[in-house]
């Protein structure tokens, strides 16, 4: 069966599952998720889903999202929009009803939503689609700074900065774009106020007693300004005649955010993106191994919470003042820990084939930084193993902290991956060796504090004699591509089966 073949497998195994196509919406994916907008959730057969070889789990929140792991999600997407597509639809009637209950019932959980979640959840909106171009920006700029170090290729080491470098000096005004989009303007006119903060020109103009920088503000100052032309956009669209819609709007949004831009955004947001980046390097080399203990210690109920979100323009602010965010490799360790909890309950458990399979379909993608399996399928349904592995975590990022504390500073070039898929993006104020190794040994001590703690104490005698029991092997089927040859195809027993987490 060739790759696409798989994919679409993936995706018509998944269609009956989620109430067919006319109960589909929206079809969209982020990294790890395939993310569907559904009219009817009482349509969707969760244990059905759980059990497929290709989804490693699912969560519901403001869309039901169904967890493929990267480059699968990416590739079966395209296929189930294909397969809704085809689908014959239902009487126009019919429809019309459905769509009404989704209004409804959308309208029902938007009272129910907290302005905060639904604040950080239109910021992950904004940064999580720029994440890719980070990821492969920031892997080259790694591979340039390799190449430097060592002199090899010196005539090819000035494209390859150049092409590292050209997305972080417009990331403004990809922000600025998304960021309209988003707070429902117009995207084009976001990015265009944006783009002022990169625009070469701002070093003429005078603020404050200060000469403007291009790129001064960076993606808040972005952010900042396209939100204020969204707002000026709509009070035009309200008082403005159609007849001069089209030239009057466009200019008034450009020129007002722009003139608010320059003269007082750009110096504020300045002001607040170096007061950051100070902070970070303050509070990680005066007290480095307490703020790593309690960063990669939360880090875990922090994503389950769905407060990870808040850190994406912070770390996007680092990125661009220094070059890397040095709180990357520290949460980082959240991870490592969750590594070692799940192999200490594989030896915890040797008569429980269901989890230990689970478990051996999933480490391979949790080694990679990819934990969504391991919390949803082993550590937070069993519940102490989740704490301890918050414990190896902690430890982890203390590892890192001490160190910053002691000048090395470690850090990632781009947003997104961690574990071992960090390393081609790690970055210091310190040879590269050095930064390898002392990331290399976080990670060993987040896996070995993360094994011990839930080996001793992740498990109490009652939870030991409920799930060391043997389980009915589960029936074999088609590995899909992108997903692991172990992964069960059975439903595990009703305890690990935790309510939706919300992400």
Known sequence: MSTDDKNRAIAAAILPL?????????????????????????????????????????????????VLGPGTVARVTPELEALVAEAPKPAHSAE??????????????????????????RIANIFVPLIPALIGCGIIAGLNGLLINLGWLPGVTPALAAIASGFMALIAVFVGYNTAKEFGGTPVLGGAVASIIVFAGVAKIDVFGQ???????????????????????????????????VLVTPT???????????FGLMFVAGEVSTAIGEFANWLLANAGAGAGFLLGGLFLPLVMLGLHQALIPIHTTLIEQQGYTVLLPILAMAGAGQVGAAMAVYLKLPRNGSIRRTIRSALPAGFLGVGEPLIYGVSLPLGRPFVTACV??????????????LGDSVGSTAIGPSGWALFPLLDGNKGLGETIAIYAGGLLVGYAVGFVATYFWGFGKELLEEFDVDTEAPAEVPVTAGTPA??????????LEPEPAKV
């Open 18 to 66: 989620v109430g067919g196509a006319g109960n589909i919406s929206t079809v969209a994916h982020c990294m790890t998720r395939l993310r569907l907008g559904l009219r009817d959730r009482s349509l969707v057969q969760d244990e059905a889903l759980k059990a497929l070889p290709a989804v490693m789990g699912v969560v519901e929140d403001d869309t039901y999202q169904i």
């Open 96 to 121: 019309d009803l459905a769509a009404q209950g989704a209004a409804l019932k959308a309208a029902q959980k938007q009272q129910n939503a907290t302005p905060f979640k639904l604040f950080l959840r």
């Open 211 to 245: 000469t403007l920088s291009p790129g001064q503000g960076g993606v808040l100052g972005a952010l900042g300004a396209a939100v204020l032309a969204v707002y000026v956009e709509k009070w035009c669209r309200r008082w403005v005649p159609e007849s001069l819609d």
């Open 252 to 262: 008034l949004t450009v020129l007002i955010s722009g003139l608010v831009t320059v």
């Open 392 to 405: 190896g975590g902690a430890f982890g990022g203390g590892f890192v902290g001490l160190f910053s504390m």
């Open 486 to 495: 172990d992964t069960p195809a059975g439903t595990p027993p009703p305890a």
